[in-house]
Each structure stands twice: as structure tokens, then as C-alpha cells.
């Protein structure tokens, strides 16, 4: 108890240090019922040992491949939805916004003949365009978000329905690159190693380069042993999954790009001061305000990049079905990437949740998805197991969270 | 010269007049106290200075221009801080990115590390009693609140300070801090626009004492010239009020 | 008091059918859903037409009720207000139909049921082909195509949305030809909304499941069959006969560059032009007489045509259906030229 | 200026009397954003014209008849979600549990051969389980009700195709009273006029025993002339919409039965205990918690009569549609409920709206409905100009909202 | 008597023990001041009291019998009342249905009249400066917010009152009004549990004073035997500290 850190000073602090402080933590924080996104790990295991046991497909390398490529698409969308939810707002037009996308991505690719490349970004323009309408809609008359996107919902599921005009349903090219990217390219297993690698040092690393910074500075900073454990588990999971799912097919490129766009947007919610400015406008709008953040800017900004995110995965949805059609877009894809978040931990009121609850959530969701799939049910058994399994999915969590001391809505 | 000048300043809520006709100065390295009722208009004039509210007539000149002051981000550009009395942090986050929250430094890749030691300095500073700043701000008790508040408005580099009721919810100590660095800023040539109900820190650090009754000037005062039961009568209107009563049957006892 | 009963009309105020003028006078082309694209491609404008030959000034009101049934209602009710002489109704639920006939009966506007019947209240005429049928046909060419290919295995039926009553129709005509074939059904699966993006799913599920047990799937739609082709593609294993229904300019795609079996084409230029004729003769105050009776309807039913790689040409391109410019473009021009289609 | 009211004391308020001050307040409210439902019914009127002005039958008599109709179902649903958000929280199943009890309704009645109001007991009985089965989950697990009630759309979607199995599809008889009831009963003209008397006088009535109480009891009250305007504006639009819909086929009863409930809910909301401590709990349930209000027994009574009123709602769509189908309840009856209550001014984040609101907001929404369908359009223009005009309508309201200091989310 | 006993409470909140064995006794017609620091725990005290937070351990006493006080609901049933630091109004409602939520007159068909009358007289008691009782609380200075939570407490018949930091937003007048009614309330023959950062205030009214340091008892003094110095030597641990350093600071000027 000799040097205390800047920031270990108070009494009424039990300090903690090494890996048995870091233990010790962990329990406190669970008996306060703060754990992250753990409990909804914890969840996800359940799930996966009730279906696994339904079915002994269920967590085949083949059937887990399918289902990391069957994530993306709406997990890219969960991922915008997440930044719309963060400041408090809704998009409820991402499924009609996926569907346009894809349809003028057909339309340019295969009816105009345009390259890929164009295609793609006229589409992914489009996306961004109309996040933008709605920020200034938002910004300039206050109509809720609820109301802006629903009206978005129904001009942009006509808006599909016009562009695919005669034709109701148009075909990618079986062998264009695209739908090749969503189907069949897989990370080399050599690369998906290396990949693998490369995130434990990277984890290893910064935290030691960061736990350098703060002693220097005199604060408190994780020892060097817990470092090393963490990045070792992260290494003999990642090499684990990577091994299990090079059983059959291994890694599609499509699941990366995923995953690199939700570590992105970690990076960006986490780590710059647009981040911040975010979980601010959630939280309190009007300290935002009064800290001197442009509260408008923010807001344009996010449902940018919901719209723009819901425009990636409507093309990525086009490109993994090779074809663009009048449904696409429709059905359930808003519930499923609204749930995806809210499940990954996303307050709907604003200032809670993370990127990685994202595809978190999605991978709940579509595990129960293709688990019920696999089982063959009758529909009316079917929807009935899917509720009951996503409630008991999400109650882990919850509970888990009821022990924390609640304030308001927090 | 004065730093800030306000004529003529009105403000109307629905059917209540908030503000009507308000003249205030405020020269460089001057304390001005601006006292008054609950409700005369205090935290209203507060909110227009800092951009929260536009006023509905009046002018603000501020280094000798007028100017005006549409939102925060405006405020802060020109130079005036403000302590708001509802506070104003976003209780989702902890104490070091309030403390900072629009003037992060390194704004693509914070630096967490210069931003929590100058918070613990800053915390230090104002004997503030915070156990941990990587809680969120909704486990503060009021006057850990209060002081975050406090200590953000000392980042940056403002010329006016505009601190509203700032030692409502301090402790003892946390008070004498907070009187402590008023004089320091004031000695650093910044102006300073303390509100408080106080009489007694009013006359410590104050220069002059501007007062409000219900919505209206009434009266500024030099503190060395002034006795408490004047600024009190000048605030209630009236020399017979509940504080000289309860003064009164007080002394005999 | 307040009497249900006739209808006020609009402008041209004409009390029953088959009175007053013809001039300006309206008809109702009411459609259900738009899971399928051939309502608005093709029956709507091929009975619009129709209805201008037979009667130039004549407008048509056409509405598609999205598969929701209550909508459809509204539409009718809507139709009857602005004062229609005839509806053509191709109902979303073929049992909640009934109200409509009912209220337009009685307000003595006559109503042909186009497409699927409505057995629990008689309309006044039925022109139809029938979707239990349709399954049956398309399920009856795959397990006839895989008995020829001495195929052994089982087979994976997609059905269509199980809240849509044609759906259920169809559902009920595969099973009648998959269940007797002596191939085994593997899974079975109602698609949500007709979702592509499920059925593809659905069927990279199957494909794990089963391996290469399946040697063919019946899909309720072109949609679906599209789903399914993907996810063999995706799955990277050889695609198996995959059926459709619909024949859509990108099922007959498929299936001249291979992929896809067959789909089914209803001859709606007939049936579309036949409804309009029969409306027009009732908007006239006459009672054309029914070829049969069915559901107690003076009925005319026709039969629609399975198409599949051998036949694609003549039913769909030599008929003028479909033109080569829209279907062989890009990579499906070298299958057109297999095929002699130009 | 002599004899100030106790409430009017302040030297500061601009006080208004009589009729002038009346209007004085008015203008003063509207310059401050603050004026109830006329946006709504502004942004109503707009939508009117326009659609008259493109087709002339849309404000006929028959037409309008129809509207009324076909509003009560949907907007007997809506009021249900208009007291869930005024809690903050939110129902996405009340569609599937229409269709259920739709659908249990058309079992018990036609298939089982139970008396009618048997078979209507068990669908509501059955709602009102729902929402307290809601309840209990919500209070004992703190599931987001978001989640809970995404499960509960699945799985009552689930048990509705069960419930109606192999049939699909259920005739409710045309003579039974519940269809006459949806269809064909309409209230005779004598008993209409009665009712907008009765209505005028009743208002006048209470206004002017209010006033004297106040006045009485030393406060400010509306003088007699402004109370007898009010009643004679209120007299003279029922009467004219009596007589306007008794052109053709009057006033349904459905409708009434509508409009009895929107009353009874304001009733409820607005003079009673409950609906206090409902606006309570919406805008800081911990405030209300620590008032004393017994919240978990709020959130389960809001969500007892959502489910309730979706099963009423449900009963009288299969009414209306003389049939139970495996598609009612599904596609946009959530999404219209929910934006009916939003558009009638309800704030998603609870706390804020009325139960008026719910009857104008499902009426923006049917006219649109009903217009776009008289104009004849193609469906992917129909999509897009429901959208825009959605958007239309509410941004009437919001424009004059903006204008209202807003305080954070008020 | 003592009306409350608390012994050995404690609370934890996180890694933060916010209060470690703590007790306290009030009697009938006693005025009980507890002052501390920031952070001092005094307001999660208040809130173990109130039913808002449950203890980790310890026992409370009532009027003899030890209790449990697991809900807000159940503080009132017991008949204790609290006006929260951080007040607990709901901004949507206006003053009136702010100050009867939860006991409003005739639940089946609310009696506004009637509120509203008694709304005016509490209001009018505390010298309030309050235009409208019409307007939603969100519309109210942060003083005017401050009465309207204790005129609140007033209602119903409770046999505790706590207040934490009652005055803090107060001006002049109405400071003086609730330190009248305190008095009132104990000449009445209720207990009062008051926590105040002003010694003046403190020295004014209370009876005893109950100190809080670091979450722990820091000794209870009878205000008439002890001096204003040894209190904040108390409350700050030390003799020397920013008060009296503050305090010598001004002597010589
Ligand atoms: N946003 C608002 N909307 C309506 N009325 C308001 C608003 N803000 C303030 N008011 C009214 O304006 C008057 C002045 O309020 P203000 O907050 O300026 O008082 P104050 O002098 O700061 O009082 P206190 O000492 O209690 O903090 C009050 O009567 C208040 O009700
Ligand atoms: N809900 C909570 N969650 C976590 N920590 C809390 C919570 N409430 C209070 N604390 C912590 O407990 C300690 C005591 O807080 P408390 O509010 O009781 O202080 P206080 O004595 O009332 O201070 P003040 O004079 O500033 O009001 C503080 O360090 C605070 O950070
Ligand atoms: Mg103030
Ligand atoms: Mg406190």
C-alpha cells in the first residue's frame, strides 16, 4: 500500500492489482450485474447446446460456415442500426433502403452493363444520399425518426419496386466477382492464421504500450501477466474457430469484411471524439448542445451511415442470393437487424451499446434461425419455438443486468 | 473596458415575461455577483449569455462588438464558460469524457492517458472528493457532480466565466476551493459572473452585486459599500422580509 | 333511417348495371399480392387492353392489396364508391372474399372471380387457372424428369408464405404429386413473405443436413427456386433439378443457362383478355354463360403450360411472351443461341 | 386589476379574461408551439384537399363511411399502443395477437359452435393474459419489452396458423350479430342528432360546474360566453358530420363503439389516479417509484390493455372482413398502429400524448390510405407518394412544435 | 424516545464502499443534522432510509420495531417523507399533479380543484415565487423546483421528514421559510433528519449533528456544546484545511 497511483488514492476504494485483482474485478462487477456483453455469450452457449442437441448438425463446421456468411448481410445492417440507436433514434427503412440498393445494383450491373466497381458505389452513394435527406428532415422540421423512416420504408420499397420496373427480378451473374466474394471465397487457411496472429500481438501490443503510457503518467495499469493471458485466449480462440471452420470451407471473405467493418466502427465509436460526441447526444442531448457539439452534424452523420450500412447489406444480400428481387429487403430484415441490436445489448433510448453487440446479436439471431431451420418443424411450431427461443436468449442478459442498481433507464 | 455589456435584454416563456429590459457589465478581472429571488430571471440570464436560449430583444456586446449568440458551439468560440445550475453532463458517461467532452484531445485517436491526469488535476485542484473517474457520472453524489462540472468549465481558454449557483451542493471545503479560485481567476484577468444565494461568499469574493427581481434590474451595488440587509431588502423588495424576521426573533433568544 | 343499398355513384350516375350509358364507365381490377410480379407485368395491362378494345372510354381502376386481406376489402369498398359497373376480383383469401361479393351484390355490381375461387359465397362468374393444380403439374415434371434420370434419393419442397392462401393451394397440389412418387421428402418449408433470402437459408440448412441425398427441390415460385439455386451455388455443390412457377424473365434465364428445371406458364393474355370480355358483356346487363359450373360459378378454367429447357422456345419466345432482347442479355446470349432463340 | 385570482397573483403572468383573453391564449400557445392536436387536424385538412382536388370522390359520403369503418379495428389497436409508449415502452405484437384472437374467435364461434359473446369473452380474456404474461416477464426479468414482444409476434403468429391448421381460413356467419355489428349497423339519424346534443349540452355542463367550483374556491375559471362557444362549435360539427355521413349510410356503430372507447380512455388517462401515475412512470419512473406509485403494477395494467385492445381490435377486423384468415394481423396493422399513436403526437419516449391522439392518427392514416387507393395508381407509386404524404402530414405538426423551446426530449 | 435507530449500516456500491457501519438515532421532535463532505454517503443514507436503496447490512429501527424498507411505497406507509437532493419530479407534470402524484384527491374522478387550492396554500407557506402551478415542472428555476419537492413532503401525515440539502437552490427568503417550517415541524413533535453543507443553517436549527466522513460515523455533537470550527475540523478530518486557511486569509485583509 506504499505508491498509490493517481488514480487508487481514495480509502474507500478496494484496490486491485495482477491477475487476481483482475479476478477479483470481474466478480464484483458480475455481482453488480455489469459484465458486457458476457451474459449474452452465456446465452449464445445455451442456445447453442439446445439446439446441438436437437440436432447434431447444428454446430458442423459446414452448417457454421453457413451461418458466419448468413450473418453479414443483416449484421452490416445491425451495425448502422446500432449508431441510430445510440443517439436515440430509429431507422425503420433499412430492409426497403437494402432492397433498393440491391435492385439498382442489379440494374446498373446487369441491365446497364456498368462495371462492378460503379455499380457497387452508385449504390452505396444512394444509401448515403438518403441517410443524408433524412438528417436534414430530422434536423430542420423535428419530425421523429419513427415517422421520417417509416415514410422512407414505403417511398423506397415503391422506389424497388419501380427500379426492377418489368422485370421484378433480375440475376447477378453467377460468376461475377461479386457474388463470388458472397458464395465462394474463403481466407486461405495460411491467411487466416496469420490473421489470427496478427490480432493477438496487435491485442498484446497496445495494451502494453498503453499500460506504459499510464504508469509513466502515474496511474494505475494492468500488469504485464494479464495482458499475456488475454491475448493468449483471444489467440486459441480465434485459432480454434479458424481451425473448426477450415474443417469444411473455413472462413468466407464476407464474414471478414463484416468483421472488419464492426472493428471499424468500434474503433470509431470508441476511440475519436465523433465517437464520444455520439454516446453524448444519447445520453443527454441538451449537454451535448451546451458542451459546444454539433448536435445536427452528429445525427446527419449517423443516419448516414445507418442508410449507407443498409445499402452495403442489401448489396451483399443481392450479391449471396445472385439475384436482386421484388422482396428483397422486405419481410423481416428491419425487425431482424433492430432485434440484432437490441440484443447485442443497445439501449432503444439511447447512449448504451456497442459495435460488437451487433454481430453479437446477429449471430443469436441466426443461430436460432438456422437451429429451427435445421429441426424441420411445421410452421406454426416453428414461429412458436423461434419467440420462446430468443426470449430465453435475451432473459440471461437481462437478469444478469436486473442486479445492477438501476438509475431511470440506464 | 468591459469585457461583456448587455442592454435591454427581454425574454418571454409562454405567458411569463422571464426577463424584461435587463442591463448587466462585466469588465476584465471583475467579479459581478448577480443575486435575486427564486425565479427573478438569474439562470434565464445565464442561458442567454451562454447560447442555450436566444433572446427576444436586447443587444450583447462582447470586446466591444456586438455580437450574437445563437448556440453554445457560438459561446464557447468567443469565449465564455459557463457552470450551469441543472449541471448539464450526460450521466452515461464517466467523469473524464465529460470533463473533456467536445475539446477531446487528439481527436482521432484520444489520449486517454492526458486526459485522465489532467482530470485528476483539475479534480485535485478543487478538493473534489471522487473516488474513481472512469465511473459514470450517474453514480456522482451532487456535489461530485457539481465539481466535474466546475472543473470543465476550466478547460479550454475562456475570458468569461459564468458560474451559476456553483457551491449550491459543495461541501465546506469544496466551497472555500471554488471562492479560492474565483480570486485566482479574477487575478488571471478573467471576468467572472458568479450567481449565488449566499450573502456571505457574495460579499467574500465579489467586486460588484447586481440584483434581479422579478425579472427586472434592481439596483447594482459596489460590495464595499454595501451592508447584506441592503442587498436582502433590494432582493425581496421590501426591508420587512421572512430573513429580517427570523434575524430578529433570533437576536432576543 | 338510413337504408344499406345502392351505392351512390360518382359523376355518371347510373343506378344498376346494365342501365344507363356506358360512356365513362369504370371496372375494378383488383389483384392480391406482389410476391409475384405477373399481376401488375402482365395481367393489368393486358386486361387494361383488352377493356380499351371492347370499350374506349371505359376506365379501368386497378388495385393490388399487397396480400392483405382487410386491404382488399378497402380497395372494393372504394371501387363500389366511386361507382364501378364490374369487378374483377382475384381474391387475397378466397374465404374473406366473401364479404366483398356480398357487398357488391348487393349493390348490384357483378363480380368475376379471376384466378382463384370463391367457394363460400357464389360470385357471378370464375375465370381461372387453378394453383392446386399448377403445384401438382410442376412437381409432377421434376419427379417425371428424375425418374427418367433414374435418380435415387429425396426430395426438398419450398413452399410458399404460410399466411398466403394461393400458397397453401399450391402447397396442396405438390404434395399430391411428390407424396405418390416413391422419392422420399426429405424436409419440407413454408417461406416467410415468399423470402428468397429464407428459402436460401432454409435450403444451405438441407444441404448440410443431407448432403447428396437431395436429387431435387419443388419450389413454390420462381423466387424460391432462384433461393434455392443460390444456396447449392453458395454451397458449392452441383445443383440439382430446382422447379418454379410464374416464369419470370429470370427463371427462364436460369433455365436456359442450365440452372434452373422448369416453371409454369399461365397463358394470362388469355385469361386476362377472357375476363375483360365477360366483364364487359355484364357492364352491357348481360349473362354470359359459364363453359362449366364450378363452386356452383359459371366457371371457364384454363391450363397453363410447364416450361423447361425443351420447350422454353416455343412457349415462351415463339408465343411472343417473352422477347429474346430482354432474356439473352450478357452471359445467357450463348444458351439463347443453344436453344436457336433470337 | 382589482380582485386578482389566487392563481393569477404573479406580476409577471399576462393575464387574459373572457373571450379575448381566450384567443389571446391561443395565439400565444401557437407562437409557442404549443397546441395540442390542431396540427394534426391542420396537416388532416391539408391531406383532404388534396386528395379532393385529385379525385372528387374521396370526401363523398360513401367514401368517408367506408373511412370511418375501416379506422376502428386498426384504431382500437392504437389506443392500446398510445398507453404502452406513454410508459416507454412498446408492443410489436399486437398484430399477431389481433390475428390470434381473431382467429381463436372464429374456432370457438364457428368450429366449436359457442355463442357468440362466449367466443368474444375468450379472445379478449385471452389478450388481457397476453399482456399480463408481458407484464410479468417486463417486471420480474427486465427484458426489454422490445424483445418480449418481438417474441410474442412470433410466437402468436405461430399459434394463430395453429389454431387455425389445416382450414387456413375461417367464415364468420354474415347474419351474426358481430358482422351486421362491422358491417351493416349503422345508428339511426334521430339517435345520432341525440347523441351530438347530448354530447354539446354535457360539455357545457361540466365546463360550467367546473368553472364555479373554481371560482368558488378563488381561482380563475373560463367565463360562460367562451364555455357556450365551445359547446355550440362542438354541436355544430357533429351535427354537420351526422348529417354530412347520414347521406348515405350514416354513423356505424363500429365507429361509435370507437370513439367510446377513445373516451373512456381519456377519462382514464386524464382524470383518474391511474392515468396520472401512468404519465408518471413515462416521463421519470424513478421519480414515480419513489412518489410511492406501485410502477411494476403500471407496466403490467398498460400492458394488459394493449393486448386487450389488440384482441378487441382483432374481433372486429375478422367482423368486419366476415373471416379469420392466417394472414390477419400480419403486414402493416403494427406499423400502422404504432404510427397512428406517433402521428397523433404520442412521444416514443413516453410520458407525452393522448388518447385522442390515437383516433386522429389512425384517421391521417386511413385517408391516405383510402385516397391513394381512389387515385388508381401503381403499387411502386402508391408506396412512394403514401410515403411523402405520411411525411406531409406530420411535418405540419412538427414544424410548430419546433418552434417550442424544447427541453431536451419534451 | 427515538422514532428511528439506525445500527452497523453499510453500502456498496461497485468497488466503492459508500457507507461502512453506520448509526444514527432520532428522536420525536428532534432536529438531526448530518453534514459531511462530498461523498460523504449522507445521501445514500437518506436513500436507504427512503426505501430507495436496500442496505448490505445493518438494522433500522422505527418506533420500536426493526423494519425492513425495501420500496419507496414502503417509507411512506411507515410514514417517512424525503425531499431528495436531487428532487425526483417528473418534468412532464405540472406542479400541481407533481405535488399530489401518488395521493391525489378522489383517484376515480381527480378533484383538480381541490389540488390546486392546497397546491397554492403549500406553496404560498414556503413563499414560493412560482407565476403558474400550471405549467410542467420542466419549466421551473432550479429554486422554484426545490420548493415544489418539499412543499411535496408536507402532504400526508408523516412522522419522519428527511431533507437533503433542502436549501441548497433556495434564495434568501425562502431559505428563511423552510427554517421556519423546520421548526414548526418539530414543535409538532416529528423527526427531522436535515443535511446542509451551510453551518449556519445547521447551527440555526438542529438539535444534534451527526457527522459523516468517508462513509463512516465521524462523532455526534450536541449543537449547543460545540463550535462551528470543531464541526468542519470534523467533517474534513483535520483542524488545518481550506475553511480555516481560507478563513485566516481574510482576517489580516
Ligand atoms: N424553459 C422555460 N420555459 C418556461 N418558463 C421558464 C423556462 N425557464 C425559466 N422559466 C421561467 O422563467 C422564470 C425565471 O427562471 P430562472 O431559471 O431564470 O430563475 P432563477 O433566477 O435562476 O431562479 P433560481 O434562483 O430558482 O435558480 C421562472 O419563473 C421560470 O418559471
Ligand atoms: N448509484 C450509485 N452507484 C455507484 N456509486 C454511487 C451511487 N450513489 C452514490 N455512489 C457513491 O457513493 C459515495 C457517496 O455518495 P452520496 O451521494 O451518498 O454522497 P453525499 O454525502 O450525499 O455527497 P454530496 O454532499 O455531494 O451530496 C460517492 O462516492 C458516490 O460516488
Ligand atoms: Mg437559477
Ligand atoms: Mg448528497
Not at chain 1, 187 to 202: D, G
Not at chain 3, 249 to 275: C, F, H, L, M, W
Request: charged share 15%.
Amino acid at each position: 500500500m506504499s505508491t498509490l497511483t493517481t488514480d487508487r488514492q481514495d480509502e474507500r476504494l478496494q484496490n486491485r492489482d495482477g491477475l487476481r485483482g483482475a479476478l477479483a474485478d470481474v466478480i464484483e462487477r458480475a455481482r453488480g450485474g455489469d459484465l458486457g456483453v458476457i451474459p449474452v455469450v452465456v446465452g449464445l452457449v445455451v442456445i447453442w447446446t439446445v439446439l446441438q442437441v436437437l440436432n447434431p448438425i447444428f454446430l458442423s463446421s459446414a452448417n457454421l460456415v453457413n451461418l458466419t456468411l448468413e450473418s453479414a448481410a443483416v449484421g452490416i445492417i445491425a451495425l448502422g442500426i446500432v449508431c441510430v440507436l445510440l443517439v436515440g433514434q430509429i431507422d425503420l427503412s433499412v430492409g426497403s433502403v437494402s432492397g433498393l440498393s440491391g435492385a439498382v445494383l442489379a440494374v446498373l450491373f446487369v441491365g446497364e452493363g456498368l462495371p462492378v466497381w460503379l455499380a457497387v458505389a452508385a449504390s452505396v452513394v444512394m444509401g448515403a444520399v438518403i441517410g443524408w435527406v433524412y438528417g436534414q428532415l430530422f434536423n430542420r422540421f423535428g419530425v421523429p425518426s419513427f415517422v421520417i423512416t417509416l415514410a422512407g420504408l414505403l417511398a423506397f420499397l415503391g422506389l424497388q419496386l419501380y427500379v426492377l420496373g418489368t422485370k421484378g427480378s433480375i440475376n447477378l451473374p453467377f460468376d461475377s466477382g461479386l457474388v463470388n466474394f458472397a458464395q465462394l471465397d474463403f481466407v486461405p487457411a495460411w491467411l487466416s492464421y496469420t490473421f489470427a496472429v496478427i490480432a493477438a500481438v496487435w491485442l498484446f501490443d497496445s495494451g502494453y504500450l498503453h499500460a506504459r503510457e499510464r504508469r509513466r503518467a502515474g496511474l494505475s495499469a494492468r500488469g504485464v501477466s494479464t495482458l499475456a493471458l488475454r491475448s493468449v485466449a483471444l489467440l486459441a480462440v480465434l485459432a480454434f474457430v479458424v481451425w473448426y471452420l477450415g474443417q469444411t470451407r473455413g472462413v468466407g471473405w464476407m464474414f471478414v469484411f463484416f468483421v472488419a467493418l464492426v472493428l471499424i466502427m468500434h474503433y470509431l465509436l470508441s476511440r475519436t471524439k465523433w465517437g464520444r460526441a455520439v454516446y453524448a447526444v444519447g445520453g443527454n442531448v441538451e449537454a451535448a448542445r451546451r458542451a459546444g457539439i454539433n448536435v445536427k452534424a452528429i445525427y446527419t452523420s449517423v443516419f448516414v451511415l445507418c442508410s449507407t450500412f443498409a445499402a452495403v447489406g442489401g448489396i451483399l444480400a443481392a450479391a449471396r442470393l445472385a439475384a436482386a428481387n421484388q422482396s428483397s429487403g422486405s419481410g423481416d430484415v428491419n425487425l431482424n437487424a433492430i432485434a440484432a441490436a437490441v440484443i447485442g445489448g443497445t439501449s432503444l433510448f439511447g447512449g448504451r451499446g456497442t459495435a460488437f453487440g451487433a454481430l453479437l446479436g446477429i449471430i443469436v439471431i441466426q443461430s436460432i434461425s438456422s437451429g429451427l431451420t435445421l429441426l424441420n418443424l411445421d410452421s406454426s411450431i416453428r414461429f412458436v419455438v423461434t419467440g420462446a427461443v430468443l426470449l430465453l436468449a435475451v432473459i440471461v442478459d437481462s437478469v444478469s443486468r436486473r442486479s445492477r442498481t438501476s438509475h431511470g433507464r440506464a | 473596458m468591459d469585457v461583456l455589456t448587455l442592454r435591454g435584454i427581454s425574454k418571454t416563456f409562454g405567458a411569463v415575461a422571464a426577463l424584461t429590459g435587463i442591463d448587466l457589465d462585466v469588465a476584465a478581472g471583475q467579479v459581478v455577483a448577480v443575486v435575486g429571488d427564486n425565479g427573478a430571471g438569474k439562470s434565464t440570464l445565464v442561458k442567454i449569455l451562454s447560447g442555450v436560449h436566444p433572446p427576444d430583444s436586447g443587444t450583447i456586446t462582447f470586446e466591444g462588438n456586438e455580437v450574437e449568440i445563437p448556440t453554445p458551439a457560438a459561446a464557447h468560440k468567443l469565449g465564455i464558460a459557463t457552470v450551469f445550475q441543472d449541471l448539464a453532463l450526460c450521466e452515461n458517461l464517466n467523469v473524464i469524457q465529460n470533463l473533456f467532452l467536445g475539446q477531446e484531445i487528439r481527436p482521432l485517436r484520444l489520449n486517454d492517458v492526458a486526459m485522465e491526469t489532467r482530470s485528476w488535476e483539475l479534480l485535485r485542484q478543487l478538493s473534489a472528493k471522487i473516488p474513481s473517474v472512469r465511473v459514470p457520472v450517474a453514480a456522482l453524489s451532487g456535489g461530485q457532480r457539481q465539481t466535474v462540472a466546475i472543473a470543465r468549465s476550466l478547460l479550454g481558454d475562456p475570458k468569461i466565466i459564468i458560474l451559476d449557483e456553483p457551491t449550491a451542493a459543495l461541501g465546506v471545503a469544496q466551497t472555500a476551493e471554488v471562492l479560492n479560485l474565483v480570486e485566482r481567476l479574477r487575478e488571471n484577468g478573467l471576468g467572472v459572473i458568479m450567481i449565488s444565494h449566499n450573502m456571505a461568499d457574495v460579499k467574500a469574493v465579489a467586486d460588484t452585486v447586481a440584483v434581479l427581481r422579478l425579472g427586472r434590474n434592481n439596483g447594482v451595488f459596489d460590495v464595499s459599500e454595501v451592508t447584506t440587509e441592503d442587498i436582502i431588502a433590494a432582493i425581496t423588495g421590501a426591508t420587512d422580509n421572512a430573513v429580517s424576521r427570523r434575524a430578529q426573533k433570533g437576536t432576543p433568544s | 333511417g338510413c337504408g344499406s343499398g345502392s351505392g351512390s355513384t360518382g359523376g355518371t350516375s347510373g343506378a344498376t348495371a346494365g342501365g344507363g350509358d356506358l360512356q365513362n364507365a369504370k371496372v375494378a381490377f383488383l389483384m392480391p399480392d406482389l410476391a409475384s410480379t405477373r399481376y401488375e407485368l402482365q395481367d393489368k395491362p393486358l386486361f387494361e387492353a383488352r377493356m380499351k378494345q371492347l370499350c374506349p372510354t371505359c376506365e379501368v381502376i386497378y388495385q393490388n392489396a399487397d396480400s392483405d386481406a382487410a386491404k382488399q376489402q378497402q380497395q372494393a369498398n372504394s371501387a363500389l364508391a366511386q361507382g364501378v359497373k364490374a369487378i374483377v376480383l382475384d381474391p387475397v383469401d378466397s374465404a374473406a372474399a366473401a364479404t366483398i361479393v356480398k357487398s357488391a351484390q348487393s349493390q348490384q355490381v357483378p363480380i368475376i372471380a379471376y384466378d382463384r375461387p370463391i367457394p363460400a359465397t357464389p360470385a357471378d362468374y370464375y375465370i381461372s387457372f387453378d394453383n392446386e393444380k399448377i403445384g401438382a403439374m410442376i412437381a409432377q415434371s421434376l419427379v417425371d424428369h428424375l425418374k427418367k434420370e433414374n435418380a435415387e434419393g429425396g426430395i426438398l419442397q419450398v413452399n410458399g408464405s404460410p399466411t398466403d392462401a394461393a400458397a397453401g393451394l399450391i402447397k396442396k397440389g405438390i404434395h399430391s404429386a411428390v407424396d405418390p412418387s416413391g422419392f422420399k421428402l426429405l424436409a419440407e418449408y413454408d417461406t416467410p413473405d415468399w423470402q428468397p433470402e429464407k428459402a436460401q437459408t432454409w435450403v444451405s440448412g438441407q444441404i448440410t443436413q443431407f448432403k447428396d441425398q437431395i436429387v431435387g427441390v419443388v419450389a413454390a415460385n420462381d423466387g424460391t427456386g432462384g433461393g434455392s439455386i443460390a444456396a447449392f451455388k453458395a454451397a458449392g455443390v452441383k445443383v440439382p433439378p430446382v422447379t418454379g412457377n410464374d416464369a419470370e424473365v429470370a427463371a427462364a434465364q436460369r433455365i436456359i443457362a442450365g440452372d434452373q428445371y422448369n416453371t409454369i406458364s399461365k397463358p394470362i393474355k388469355i385469361v386476362a383478355e377472357a375476363s375483360a370480355n365477360v366483364a364487359w358483356e355484364f357492364m352491357q346487363g348481360k349473362k354470359p354463360a359459364g363453359k362449366a359450373t364450378l363452386y356452383n360459378t359459371p366457371s371457364e378454367l384454363f391450363t397453363p403450360t410447364v416450361v423447361t429447357k425443351e420447350n422454353i422456345k416455343e412457349v415462351l419466345f415463339d408465343s411472343g411472351i417473352m422477347k429474346a432482347a430482354d432474356v439473352c442479355t450478357g452471359e445467357y446470349a450463348k444458351g439463347c443461341g443453344e436453344l436457336g432463340i433470337k
